[in-house]
């Protein structure tokens, strides 16, 4: 019986038990499923089984391969290429708010980049087209930092096993799951240590290819193909390393909140973090809660057995197709449609070159220009020349089988269902050369649908990811950092870089600024498009607004389209527009002076206006009779009164009308039927004096 520093040998009996129970449960079944799938996606020559090559091989004929999977699963790889994970925080409970939602929105998306998220989601995602299950494994490194750095990595799906026993989707509902590495001597001493490194290797079973075809079933993806010799170079050797993490429940320490009712596990808590929530009014209790157990070793040696740092498991997964533990990936069901294909395809080129090469029938030595060994190797060539001998009977050629009708429907009935199974040719641009923009456009996006299921459990496994990223952030990330935040100056169009500072403490307040470890925030994941995409689409939809009427800014149009050096234009339009222009000044000064002409005319109207108005009130006054008259003429004329009727009232009892004097103003005059000539100042030519 073999110890370790940290257990002993039925430590690891057990988990090589339990590993062994879970490859026997499905995960052979899957590994062998999965290869196939990688096959037939890949093709050149793989698509075939390697017995039916061989037999056909032997009968002559050769074992054609149209691939049609890899670009209707590229076409539906390429939508998620063109779109983008964007993470944002939403404040939910505690001591949260839009603020520090923001912040944190900022670092995990820094985060991500950091870690080319994009690349590893696309990674992620072929895995899970292709071979049916895709996994980020989420975990924390520090070897370039002392407080540590998240680490986000895509294991191979056939070294992952989820409990066969399970039916959820999340690893929430998983009891355990297991993932198993090929591990050299150092590999093992820099995660678990020398002595352990040494141990492990010492009781390692020899193995002929380090795993070729391991006890899964499957061959092991890599680089190099198999090999027959036994390569043992030191420290270059591997060994099989197999990891559980699985759900322990008993009594753990717990901080709970009076104030809202909420627990929080607080066993992978700081110190620090600790103090602070209990400053804060938490209480500690115990509470039968659910912890991670971490187990690490080899078919004989524990190399690890603890608690795991991590409040849930380091997997998060993501399945094409799910349904209650079941998954397919999009290759699955086109196996058959492609293999048909491939026979069909194979069987027709077969028939046809029977057709050009069917043999002959021709008499012994009746030949006369060659010998029967030249008529065999010759007979099939282009512009053969036939010489046979006066008196023997001529060549014949054989006639050869007909095509059997309906093989070319046979071939065109696969090759629909291949595409009715993956992605149709409207997904692939492939819809014909006559059809215009918006038609494929929309035929495109009816396409789509047939991917909308894995598209949506992409967007499930996002939001997985994001609330660990989230768990991590808030567990680790626990001291005072400084993040570089590269952001887009609208006003410039220039990327900037903004440090923020989080988790600062600040003596006045006696609080720390930019808290990390504080508040609770809901996650929202939405899909953004790369950039060429996103800006093709702004643009346009700036163009259409400004055409709308929507005064929508110069630099906003700009910045918005595809254009190179665009911060630079923006900036020269900056420039430009600080320069004074003639031509645009004087125009500025004539709408100007035209605004002014236009109140100044108004103002003008209405004092007309009025005096009118008073000259009438004090003819109604001196003949109050004329106003029944007066009202019937405006009537008449279909003026509205704003007041009360009647239009003309009579004047009130006792009124008397003001002896006004005669109007001198030209452009006012009493009667403006008259005119400027009525006016008391009037000069009259013919006596040459005023009259």
């Given at each position: 019986m073999?110890k370790s520093p940290?257990?002993?040998?039925?430590?690891?009996?057990?988990l090589w038990n339990?590993?062994?129970y879970c490859?026997?449960?499905?995960h052979?079944?899957?590994?062998?499923?999965?290869?196939?799938?990688?096959?037939?996606?890949?093709?050149?020559?793989?698509?075939?089984?390697?017995?039916?090559?061989?037999?056909?091989?032997?009968?002559?004929?050769?074992?054609?391969?149209?691939?049609?999977?890899?670009?209707?699963?590229?076409?539906?790889?390429?939508?998620?290429?063109?779109?983008?994970?964007?993470?944002?925080?939403r404040?939910?409970?505690g001591?949260?708010?839009?603020?520090?939602?923001?912040?944190?929105s900022?670092v995990?998306?820094?985060?991500?980049t950091?870690?080319h998220?994009h690349?590893?989601?696309?990674?992620?995602?072929?895995?899970?087209?292709?071979?049916?299950?895709?996994?980020?494994?989420v975990?924390?490194k520090?070897?370039?930092?002392m407080?540590?750095d998240?680490?986000?990595?895509?294991?191979?799906?056939?070294?992952?096993?989820?409990?066969?026993?399970?039916?959820?989707?999340?690893?929430?509902?998983?009891?355990?799951?297991?993932?198993?590495?090929?591990?050299?001597q150092d590999?093992i001493?820099?995660?678990?240590?020398?002595?352990?490194a040494?141990e492990?290797?010492?009781?390692?079973?020899?193995?002929?290819?380090?795993?070729?075809?391991?006890?899964t079933?499957a061959r092991?993806?890599?680089?190099?193909?198999f090999?027959?010799?036994?390569?043992?170079?030191?420290?270059?050797?591997r060994?099989?390393?197999?990891?559980?993490?699985r759900?322990?429940?008993q009594n753990?320490k717990?901080?709970?909140?009076?104030?809202t009712?909420d627990m929080?596990?607080?066993?992978?808590?700081?110190?620090?973090?600790?103090?602070?929530?209990l400053?804060?009014?938490?209480?500690?209790?115990?509470?039968?809660q659910?912890?991670?157990?971490?187990?690490?070793?080899?078919?004989?040696?524990?190399?690890?057995?603890?608690?795991?740092p991590?409040?849930?498991?380091?997997?998060?997964?993501?399945?094409?197709?799910f349904r209650?533990g079941?998954?397919?990936?999009?290759?699955?069901?086109?196996i058959?449609?492609?293999?048909?294909?491939?026979?069909?395809?194979?069987s027709?080129?077969?028939?046809?070159?029977?057709?050009a090469?069917?043999?002959?029938?021709?008499?012994?030595?009746?030949?006369?220009?060659?010998?029967d060994?030249?008529f065999?190797?010759q007979s099939a060539?282009?512009?053969?020349?036939?010489?046979?001998?006066?008196?023997?009977?001529?060549?014949?050629?054989?006639?050869?089988?007909?095509?059997?009708?309906?093989v070319d429907?046979?071939?065109e009935?696969?090759t629909?269902?291949?595409?009715?199974?993956?992605?149709?040719d409207?997904?692939?641009?492939?819809?014909?050369?006559?059809t215009?923009?918006?038609?494929?456009?929309?035929?495109?996006f009816a396409?789509?649908?047939?991917?909308?299921?894995?598209?949506?459990n992409?967007?499930?496994t996002?939001?997985?990811l994001?609330?660990?990223?989230h768990?991590?952030?808030?567990q680790?990330?626990?001291?005072e950092r400084?993040?570089?935040?590269?952001?887009?100056?609208?006003?410039t169009?220039?990327?900037?870089?903004?440090?923020?500072?989080?988790?600062?403490?600040?003596e006045?307040?006696?609080?720390?600024?930019?808290?990390?470890?504080?508040?609770?925030?809901?996650v929202?994941v939405?899909?953004q498009?790369v950039?060429?995409?996103?800006?093709?689409?702004?643009?346009?939809?700036?163009?259409?607004?400004?055409?709308k009427?929507?005064?929508?800014?110069d630099?906003?149009v700009?910045?918005?389209?595809?254009?190179?050096?665009?911060?630079?234009?923006?900036?020269?339009?900056?420039?430009?527009?600080?320069?004074?222009?003639?031509?645009?000044?004087?125009?500025?000064?004539?709408?100007?002076?035209?605004?002014q002409?236009?109140?100044?005319d108004?103002?003008?109207?209405?004092?007309?206006?009025?005096?009118?108005?008073?000259q009438?009130?004090?003819?109604?006054?001196?003949?109050?009779t004329?106003?029944?008259?007066?009202d019937?003429?405006?009537?008449?004329?279909?003026?509205q009164?704003?007041?009360?009727p009647?239009?003309?009232?009579?004047?009130?009892p006792?009124?008397?009308?003001a002896?006004?004097?005669?109007n001198t103003?030209?452009?006012?005059?009493?009667?403006?039927?008259?005119?400027?000539?009525?006016?008391?100042?009037a000069f009259?030519?013919?006596a040459?004096?005023p009259?």
């Amino acid at each position: 019986m073999t110890k370790s520093p940290m257990g002993t040998y039925p430590v690891a009996e057990e988990l090589w038990n339990r590993y062994n129970y879970c490859v026997q449960r499905g995960h052979r079944e899957y590994t062998m499923r999965a290869q196939m799938c990688e096959r037939m996606y890949l093709g050149g020559g793989l698509q075939w089984d390697e017995n039916e090559a061989a037999g056909l091989i032997v009968q002559k004929r050769t074992p054609y391969e149209f691939n049609d999977i890899l670009p209707s699963v590229n076409s539906a790889l390429g939508h998620q290429i063109k779109n983008r994970m964007d993470i944002q925080f939403r404040p939910r409970g505690g001591r949260s708010d839009q603020v520090q939602a923001d912040i944190r929105s900022k670092v995990i998306n820094q985060i991500a980049t950091s870690q080319h998220l994009h690349w590893l989601e696309s990674e992620v995602f072929s895995d899970g087209m292709i071979q049916q299950r895709g996994y980020f494994d989420v975990r924390m490194k520090f070897d370039r930092n002392m407080q540590g750095d998240i680490s986000i990595t895509v294991p191979d799906p056939l070294d992952v096993i989820p409990d066969p026993d399970a039916k959820t989707y999340e690893p929430k509902g998983w009891a355990d799951v297991i993932t198993t590495r090929w591990l050299t001597q150092d590999e093992i001493e820099q995660s678990y240590g020398q002595e352990i490194a040494n141990e492990a290797f010492a009781a390692r079973p020899q193995d002929s290819d380090f795993g070729e075809y391991d006890d899964t079933g499957a061959r092991r993806p890599k680089f190099g193909q198999f090999f027959d010799s036994y390569y043992s170079d030191g420290r270059l050797t591997r060994a099989r390393i197999v990891e559980q993490q699985r759900w322990v429940t008993q009594n753990f320490k717990t901080l709970y909140y009076p104030a809202t009712g909420d627990m929080r596990m607080a066993e992978n808590l700081s110190a620090v973090v600790l103090d602070q929530q209990l400053a804060m009014g938490a209480k500690l209790i115990q509470s039968r809660q659910r912890r991670v157990k971490w187990v690490a070793a080899t078919c004989n040696v524990t190399l690890h057995n603890d608690w795991s740092p991590f409040n849930q498991f380091t997997i998060v997964p993501f399945f094409a197709f799910f349904r209650r533990g079941q998954t397919i990936g999009l290759v699955d069901n086109a196996i058959g449609p492609q293999t048909a294909r491939n026979k069909a395809f194979s069987s027709m080129q077969h028939i046809l070159g029977s057709v050009a090469n069917s043999g002959w029938t021709r008499e012994a030595d009746s030949l006369h220009n060659m010998t029967d060994e030249q008529f065999k190797q010759q007979s099939a060539m282009t512009g053969f020349d036939i010489v046979y001998k006066k008196g023997s009977k001529a060549p014949e050629k054989i006639q050869p089988n007909r095509v059997p009708e309906g093989v070319d429907r046979y071939i065109e009935l696969v090759t629909n269902a291949l595409k009715s199974v993956t992605v149709p040719d409207a997904m692939r641009g492939m819809d014909g050369m006559d059809t215009s923009g918006i038609a494929r456009q929309t035929q495109q996006f009816a396409a789509q649908q047939q991917i909308a299921v894995p598209i949506d459990n992409l967007g499930r496994t996002r939001h997985m990811l994001a609330e660990v990223l989230h768990d991590r952030m808030q567990q680790f990330i626990t001291e005072e950092r400084v993040y570089r935040i590269t952001e887009l100056d609208f006003k410039t169009g220039k990327m900037v870089e903004k440090p923020i500072t989080v988790n600062q403490w600040d003596e006045n307040t006696g609080t720390f600024s930019n808290d990390l470890t504080e508040g609770e925030y809901d996650v929202d994941v939405q899909e953004q498009p790369v950039s060429v995409t996103l800006d093709s689409g702004q643009f346009e939809q700036a163009i259409t607004m400004r055409e709308k009427g929507i005064a929508i800014p110069d630099a906003v149009v700009v910045q918005s389209s595809n254009l190179n050096h665009k911060p630079e234009v923006i900036e020269e339009m900056a420039a430009n527009a600080q320069t004074a222009d003639p031509l645009q000044e004087a125009e500025k000064n004539l709408l100007v002076a035209q605004a002014q002409k236009t109140v100044a005319d108004a103002v003008s109207k209405m004092v007309e206006a009025m005096f009118s108005a008073t000259q009438a009130a004090n003819q109604i006054a001196t003949v109050p009779t004329v106003a029944p008259l007066a009202d019937a003429l405006l009537l008449s004329a279909g003026f509205q009164d704003a007041n009360a009727p009647p239009i003309v009232p009579n004047p009130p009892p006792g009124a008397q009308p003001a002896l006004l004097p005669n109007n001198t103003h030209p452009n006012f005059p009493a009667n403006p039927d008259v005119g400027a000539m009525n006016g008391i100042e009037a000069f009259d030519p013919a006596a040459g004096v005023p009259r």
